[in-house]
Antibody
């Protein structure tokens, strides 16, 4: 079955970086875009960007341009999201999600990774 | 572009509720709309995609529609159950590509 399993919770100081992984299984990794979405405590969902695992080409939400990097490693079917220059506003749960492009359907999500930014 | 939802709605069990999602900055018909249900502490799940399609496993009490006149998408839940209590988000995108979520609507079934 399709699975997206994310790395564990992280705590970082302001100004640091964090890299979250999203290990996939149960499908052809290079055939589906992987999107990243975050949710601050008590807030709504916010789209961060997506990556085409086939080409490695990313697209970023404007508000994260220059601060986020999406990559993938096709040898281990894993996508990565790295966010730099962290502030307390980046404290959130970070999700990866698979997009079924044909159906325009997010059909599988990771369990979420809690990132806490605190001094 | 933006997607605007009501902050909260409430209705009694067995009744019907409709949640709106209004697009500003482009036509609602420009791209498909998805609706997500999210219960506290869990990942979102899709309840409607392609404006009005239900993924397998989603009850037919959930339906989606689009209205070009109001430039809005709607999620309707009929025969409300207490288990429907959750946050609901609409989402769409443009050709940039840029994906946008609505601010979310908290549904209370009381």
């Amino acid at each position: 079955q399709v699975q997206l399993v994310q790395s564990g919770a992280e705590v970082r100081q302001p100004g640091a970086s964090v890299k979250v992984s999203c290990k996939t299984s149960g499908f052809t990794f290079t055939a589906f875009y992987i999107h990243w979405v975050r949710q601050a405590p008590g807030q709504g969902l916010e789209w961060m960007g997506r990556i085409d695992p086939n080409s490695g080409a990313p697209n970023y939400a404007q508000q994260f341009q220059g601060r986020v990097t999406l990559t993938r490693d096709t040898s281990i079917n894993t996508a990565f999201m790295e966010l730099n220059t962290l502030t307390s506003d980046d404290t959130a749960v970070y999700f990866c999600a698979r997009l079924n492009d044909t159906l325009a359907l997010f059909d599988s999500w990771g369990q979420g990774t809690v990132v806490t930014v605190s001094s | 572009f933006l997607l605007t939802q009501p902050h909260s709605v409430s209705e009694s069990p067995g009744k019907t509720v409709t949640i709106s999602c209004t697009r500003s900055g482009g036509r609602i018909t420009r791209a498909y709309v998805q609706w997500f249900q999210q219960r506290p502490g869990t990942s979102p799940i899709t309840v409607i995609y392609h404006d009005n399609q239900r993924p397998s496993g989603v009850p037919d009490r959930f339906s989606g529609s689009i209205d070009g006149t109001s430039n809005s998408a709607y999620l309707t839940i009929s025969g409300l159950k207490t288990e429907d209590e959750a946050d609901y988000y609409c989402q769409s995108h443009d050709s940039s590509p840029h994906w946008v979520f609505g601010g979310g609507t908290t549904l209370t079934v009381l």
